[in-house]
């Protein structure tokens, strides 16, 4: 096996001489003041090594990756009956998207577009106000870290919910086709906030763990089954980057699920997770450098699951 800390160290003086590196997000005015010049990559392996390069220790909003973490809730506490709600294709449209809406029943393609987010976030309210759902969310994400110092980045938060006029409409067009059980703005509550959690590349490599590990965390807790991490990370592949999907599963082969903060979480089943940043982001909204970094990442390593 190829000195893994040599390639992390070998991408991230690579992507630091980068020239094109996309655009950072800026319709969260918040997100816009992010310098588009960093670059952090870590991995999590299975084995309890972490190893990391760059500026993995920095820290960013994650963005639409914290949708993995509200599905493995969700899907905790609904089962499988979710999928009545939300559709598992690929909806080869943007993630922010409400074209699809109108001719499938209100009934989003996938839980990582923002329709699909807010069905999920909807579901985890059930019994609980927001700000009990939104701290239930921040616990399960630390829980999977085994790291308590992981926050919401309120601001951030604040930022979205005074801008997010899509979101809103994606809310209110569901409410009226009867798939939210609680008011718009209260599922909206919730996802601005999960969206706003702000982790560094170490600490999201190990969140994701579980993926890769069978379902067990990184503190060694068995949080889903084999068979749900599995399924998971196959909605990762066909829907994680939204109308990139296909490529990214062309170029990268790895599943993976990125998000406007310029992170992407990917992972290597058996073998570990990978936490990846760079705030420019190509035309789909993915990370660009982050996904050459996993690119080149998954082709030394041999990491590609085909
Ligand atoms: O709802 C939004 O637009 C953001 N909170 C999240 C979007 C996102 O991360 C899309 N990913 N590339």
């Given at each position: 096996m190829?000195?893994?800390?040599?390639?992390?160290?070998?991408?991230?003086?690579?992507?630091a001489v980068q020239?094109?590196r996309g655009?950072?997000?800026?319709?969260?005015?918040?997100?816009?003041t992010v310098?588009p010049?960093?670059?952090?990559?870590?991995v999590?392996?299975?084995?309890?090594r972490?190893?990391s390069?760059?500026?993995?220790?920095d820290?960013?909003?994650?963005?639409?990756?914290?949708?993995?973490?509200?599905?493995?809730?969700?899907?905790g506490k609904?089962?499988?009956g979710?999928?009545r709600?939300?559709?598992?294709e690929p909806?080869?449209?943007?993630?922010?998207s409400?074209?699809?809406?109108?001719y499938?029943a209100?009934v989003?393609r996938?839980p990582?577009?923002?329709a699909?987010?807010?069905?999920v976030?909807?579901?985890?309210?059930?019994?609980?106000?927001?700000?009990?759902?939104i701290?239930?969310?921040?616990?399960?994400v630390q829980?999977?870290?085994?790291d308590?110092?992981i926050?919401?980045?309120?601001m951030v938060?604040a930022s979205?919910r005074?801008?997010?006029?899509r979101?809103v409409?994606?809310a209110?067009y569901m409410?009226?086709f009867?798939n939210?059980d609680?008011a718009?703005?209260?599922?909206?509550?919730?996802y601005?906030?999960h969206?706003a959690?702000a982790?560094?590349?170490?600490?999201?490599?190990l969140?994701?763990r579980f993926?890769?590990d069978r379902?067990?965390?990184?503190?060694?807790?068995?949080?889903v089954?084999a068979?749900r991490a599995?399924r998971?990370?196959?909605?990762m592949?066909?829907?994680?980057?939204?109308?990139?999907?296909?490529?990214f599963?062309?170029r990268?082969?790895?599943?993976a699920k990125?998000?406007?903060?310029?992170g992407i979480?990917?992972?290597v089943?058996g073998?570990?997770?990978v936490?990846?940043?760079s705030?420019g982001?190509?035309r789909q909204?993915?990370?660009?450098?982050?996904m050459?970094?996993?690119?080149?990442?998954?082709r030394?390593?041999?990491?590609s699951v085909?």
């Amino acid at each position: 096996m190829p000195d893994l800390q040599g390639v992390l160290d070998e991408i991230a003086a690579e992507m630091a001489v980068q020239t094109d590196r996309g655009a950072v997000a800026d319709y969260i005015p918040e997100l816009a003041t992010v310098d588009p010049n960093r670059f952090g990559i870590a991995v999590a392996l299975v084995d309890g090594r972490v190893l990391s390069a760059g500026d993995a220790q920095d820290i960013f909003s994650i963005q639409s990756i914290s949708k993995v973490f509200t599905l493995t809730l969700a899907l905790g506490k609904v089962g499988d009956g979710l999928w009545r709600r939300v559709g598992r294709e690929p909806s080869g449209n943007p993630f922010n998207s409400i074209v699809q809406l109108e001719y499938e029943a209100a009934v989003p393609r996938n839980p990582f577009i923002n329709a699909g987010a807010i069905v999920v976030a909807d579901t985890l309210l059930a019994g609980y106000q927001p700000r009990e759902a939104i701290g239930e969310i921040l616990r399960f994400v630390q829980f999977l870290a085994d790291d308590d110092s992981i926050v919401i980045d309120h601001m951030v938060a604040a930022s979205e919910r005074a801008t997010g006029f899509r979101n809103v409409a994606l809310a209110n067009y569901m409410k009226s086709f009867g798939n939210l059980d609680h008011a718009p703005e209260l599922a909206l509550g919730v996802y601005f906030h999960h969206c706003a959690i702000a982790m560094n590349c170490c600490q999201l490599a190990l969140a994701g763990r579980f993926l890769a590990d069978r379902g067990r965390s990184a503190g060694g807790h068995s949080v889903v089954s084999a068979e749900r991490a599995r399924r998971i990370s196959a909605l990762m592949l066909t829907c994680g980057h939204y109308d990139g999907s296909g490529d990214f599963a062309f170029r990268v082969g790895i599943p993976a699920k990125s998000g406007v903060g310029g992170g992407i979480l990917g992972t290597v089943p058996g073998v570990g997770s990978v936490a990846v940043w760079s705030p420019g982001l190509n035309r789909q909204g993915n990370s660009q450098l982050g996904m050459l970094a996993l690119e080149k990442l998954a082709r030394v390593m041999n990491w590609s699951v085909f």
